[in-house]
């Protein structure tokens, strides 16, 4: 009990970090605030907010060293990947391989989220961005998480897409580059 207590206050601390370096006030400002960020960094600090869920899994960072910075609201982009990254953790229930690969792709920044967990059903593919649709147990989803993910790359005339079969799970966002 004492480890799960302290991984949480970790976190807790973490999270306090994150409010007090980036503004709390990018927590409630008003839709639209936007800068332009570094998406590697991004995703680093969206792996440090969720690591209390990575239990024994290996994470290898592919990142590509001339990404483009992309115009976004850095919160908003940290819950794509923070939801992305814990969704695998959870798939793969806290042991497996996580992948993330950065790359640019013409005039946008390309991310690729992997793991090698179970994979996604056939039959729920075509429903997993849908609002409230979840394979989870109420505690433990409501099935808003990939919805919301989709809407912000919206929002950003970005877009997002999945291949999964038994063994791994590939989610492949792309974000218009500012160049």
């Given at each position: 009990?004492?480890t799960?207590?302290?991984?949480?206050?970790?976190?807790?601390?973490?999270?306090?970090?994150?409010l007090?370096?980036?503004?709390?006030?990018r927590?409630?400002?008003a839709?639209?605030?936007?800068?332009?960020?570094?998406?590697?960094?991004l995703?680093?600090?969206?792996?440090?907010?969720?690591k209390?869920?990575q239990g024994?899994?290996?994470?290898?960072?592919?990142y590509?060293?001339?990404?483009?910075?992309?115009?976004?609201?850095?919160?908003?982009?940290?819950?794509?990947?923070?939801?992305?990254?814990?969704?695998?953790?959870?798939a793969?229930?806290?042991?497996?391989?996580?992948?993330?690969?950065?790359?640019?792709?013409?005039?946008?920044?390309?991310?690729?989220?992997?793991?090698?967990?179970?994979?996604?059903?056939?039959?729920?593919m075509?429903?997993?961005?849908?609002?409230?649709?979840t394979?989870?147990?109420?505690?433990?989803?409501?099935?808003?998480?990939?919805?919301?993910?989709?809407?912000?790359?919206?929002d950003l005339?970005g877009?997002?897409s999945?291949?999964?079969?038994p063994?791994?799970?590939?989610?492949?966002?792309?974000?218009?580059?500012?160049?």
């Amino acid at each position: 009990p004492a480890t799960i207590f302290g991984r949480m206050r970790e976190q807790a601390d973490f999270f306090l970090t994150v409010l007090r370096e980036g503004g709390f006030d990018r927590f409630v400002r008003a839709r639209d605030d936007r800068e332009y960020v570094d998406i590697n960094d991004l995703l680093d600090r969206s792996l440090a907010l969720v690591k209390y869920e990575q239990g024994n899994i290996v994470v290898e960072r592919r990142y590509g060293d001339d990404l483009p910075a992309v115009l976004a609201e850095p919160v908003r982009l940290i819950q794509v990947f923070s939801n992305l990254i814990l969704n695998a953790c959870q798939a793969m229930d806290r042991r497996g391989n996580l992948t993330i690969l950065t790359a640019k792709t013409g005039d946008a920044v390309e991310v690729r989220i992997a793991d090698n967990g179970p994979g996604i059903p056939e039959e729920h593919m075509s429903h997993i961005f849908e609002p409230f649709y979840t394979t989870k147990s109420e505690v433990q989803g409501t099935g808003l998480g990939l919805y919301i993910v989709r809407d912000i790359l919206r929002d950003l005339n970005g877009s997002i897409s999945v291949t999964s079969k038994p063994g791994s799970t590939e989610f492949i966002i792309v974000i218009p580059a500012n160049v």
